[in-house]
């Protein structure tokens, strides 16, 4: 096989990006810069307009206003066919009436490469996501994971400057989903490409990206490393939107908040005074007292781990995560004890 | 006798009673078109023989089927990329060609007729006045018709990702139509050529009252003159649209196993 490593893997930039659709925008000025090479995650909710940033990004929308640049050149004014990015789309999109084969080589039939060169790159991108032995069967012989893969090959085999995954896997059952993922981000590494994959599964984008993008009503609301946008949101809105997180009273003084009884950093964007931390289930550790203030209401259990939901005496429900080893030690109707361990929290009003 | 085995004399006594209303006149049209004329005993070709060997005969035919080749031509070329066009980059633009193509169907022949004869004698002015002038008129005709198979057969597929998978590996919006669009409504496009071959052949109006010797025409002028060979001829148009309709579904079937409809 030959070195499938591009070296093409270029800087992308979204300036201030625009999109207005008679009364609604759905991109408010959005600014991104990927690195080359590097796989950025768009995550939001439907309508939140990642996925026209993407289709600004692949020339298939236009930007009311703003810049789009790959490899520091301004690709704003041209046409999709002229951008040299891969596309996987959400929809199966192998063209129906071509082998698995043909439809890998279409991108390097359309610049001109002769048909050994053709045939030979096609099949080094189908061992790429193995699926050699399929090459001359056609999309409807194959499953839809495999036709995502043979898409992605696809997408791949021009050698593309950026590679653009517009929810391809959302139409995948969950097992698939998990393999594919894992597959794209291995291919990804692999080929060096720089990539911005639109997702509105945060599982997804935060197993896959070096960067987590979250976008909500049009906006960029904090991009960082999936760790760091978990542990940090920078927002109520990504808070709230990744992962789950309990919202408990607090009293914020200086940089500590005193919640449940304790005292923890408080995140940069917090408000001062009485608001509600947003608070990780798994930062919650919940110790049996009889004299405990909360009861347990409810224990799922989830395989290793294990969701224990707690109720204080104000009414407010508090959910942990622990281990299924220790919570399956408590019984509805227990007294508990709470405690918040001391990693930072964002306060709001 | 048990209820399915009823069903299934049902089912072949409807098959033939079917078969033979629509046979039956075939055959009498056969019959009459082989027959000797006068009394004399025996069966001749002498009749079909006739559509080769009677000159204006002959020239209607081949005019006739030039005018459904060129109509096709002209209408695909004209209909699929206005209608992946409209479909990909205006949809709200959709009812109103939608509405125009379906407007032959609401005018009689005869109105439209009337309506574009001035305008007839100037394009027989400008092109000659051979029959094949015509052909402007019937991709008009055959609108309607055509418009329902390209349609049906573009909702079939998902043209938008289709085309937009094409663009973002390179292809322009001509390679877009030609090769990703137009392979994949074939069956739609032959459904649409089969309609428009069967309109044509069939058409009298059109080419009666704007003077133009087609087959239908010559046919009914044949028929006062001699019976036998205008059944032979009108027969022979009959088998043709029959062979192509079967030609098409097997065409359309095979295309299908190649995963071209799929």
């Known amino acids: ?349 | 006798m048990t209820p399915s085995t009823g069903f299934k004399v049902f089912r072949v006594v409807g098959l033939l009673v079917f078969a033979a209303y629509f046979f039956v006149p075939l055959l009498a049209m056969f019959d009459f078109s082989t027959q000797r004329r006068g009394s004399a005993e025996g069966r001749t070709w002498d009749n079909w023989a006739f559509m080769v060997t009677d000159e204006d005969l002959r020239s209607s035919i081949v005019a006739s089927l030039l005018l459904a080749l060129f109509t096709v031509v002209l209408m695909v070329a004209l209909l699929v990329p206005t209608m992946v066009w409209v479909r990909l980059r205006v949809p709200r633009a959709r009812g109103l060609i939608e509405s125009l193509c379906l407007l032959p169907l609401t005018i009689p022949a005869l109105v439209i007729v009337v309506g574009i004869t001035n305008v007839y004698s100037w394009v027989t002015y400008l092109l000659g006045d051979s029959a094949l002038v015509l052909t402007f008129a019937y991709v008009v005709l055959v609108l309607p018709y055509s418009y329902r198979a390209i349609d049906a057969a573009l909702s079939a597929i998902d043209a938008a990702t289709l085309s937009e998978a094409a663009r973002s590996l390179g292809a322009g919006w001509f390679t877009v139509i030609a090769r990703i669009i137009m392979p994949n409504i074939t069956s739609g496009i032959l459904g649409a050529a089969f309609i428009a071959v069967a309109l044509v052949l069939g058409e009298y109006v059109f080419a009666s009252l704007l003077h133009f010797d087609t087959l239908p025409v010559a046919m009914a002028a044949l028929y006062k003159s001699n019976g036998p060979a205008a059944m032979a001829a009108a027969l022979a148009s009959m088998i043709l649209v029959a062979v192509l309709l079967v030609g098409l579904t097997f065409l359309s079937r095979d295309r299908h196993k190649q995963g071209a409809s799929s």
Do not use: W
């Open chain 1, 1 to 349: 096989m030959t070195d499938l490593r591009t070296e093409r893997g270029l800087a992308v930039e979204l300036s201030d990006l625009t999109r207005v659709y008679g009364q609604v925008r759905a991109l408010d000025g959005l600014t991104l810069d990927i690195e080359p090479g590097e796989l950025v995650a768009l995550l939001g909710p439907s309508g939140c307009g990642k996925t026209t940033a993407l289709r600004i990004l692949a020339g298939l929308d236009t930007a009311t206003s703003g810049r789009v640049s790959v490899g520091g050149k301004d690709l704003t004014r041209v046409p999709a066919s002229k951008r040299d990015m891969g596309m996987v789309f959400q929809a199966y999109s192998l063209f129906p009436h071509m082998t698995v084969a043909d439809n890998v080589a279409f991108g390097l039939k359309m610049r001109g490469r002769d048909g050994a060169a053709r045939r030979a790159r096609a099949g080094d991108m189908l061992d790429l996501v193995g699926l050699a032995e399929h090459a001359d069967r056609y999309a409807h012989q194959l499953s839809g994971g495999q036709q995502q893969r043979v898409a992605l090959a696809r997408a791949l085999a021009i050698e593309p400057s950026v590679l653009l995954l517009d929810e391809p896997l959302s139409a995948l059952d969950a097992k698939v989903r998990v393999q594919l993922r894992d597959e794209i981000r291995r291919v990804q590494i692999e080929v060096g490409t720089t990539t911005l994959f639109v997702t509105h599964d945060q599982e997804e984008a935060l197993a896959v990206a070096d960067r987590v993008g979250v976008m909500n009503a049009g906006r960029l609301e904090q991009v960082a490393p999936p760790a760091e946008l978990y542990s940090a949101p920078a927002s109520q809105f990504v808070g709230e939107f990744v992962g789950l997180s309990n919202r408990l009273p607090a009293q914020v003084t200086g940089d500590t908040a005193a919640v449940l009884g304790r005292d923890v950093p408080v995140l940069p964007g917090s408000t001062t005074g009485a608001g509600r931390a947003l608070v990780r289930p798994e930062a919650v550790s919940v110790v049996a007292d009889p004299d405990g203030p909360a009861t347990v209401a409810t224990v799922m259990f989830l395989g290793p781990l294990s969701r224990v939901t707690c109720r204080l005496s104000d009414g407010t429900d508090v959910v942990a995560q622990l281990a299924s080893t220790e919570a399956l030690r408590l019984r509805p109707g227990d007294s508990v004890r709470l405690e918040v361990a001391p990693e930072p929290v964002l306060v709001i009003a």
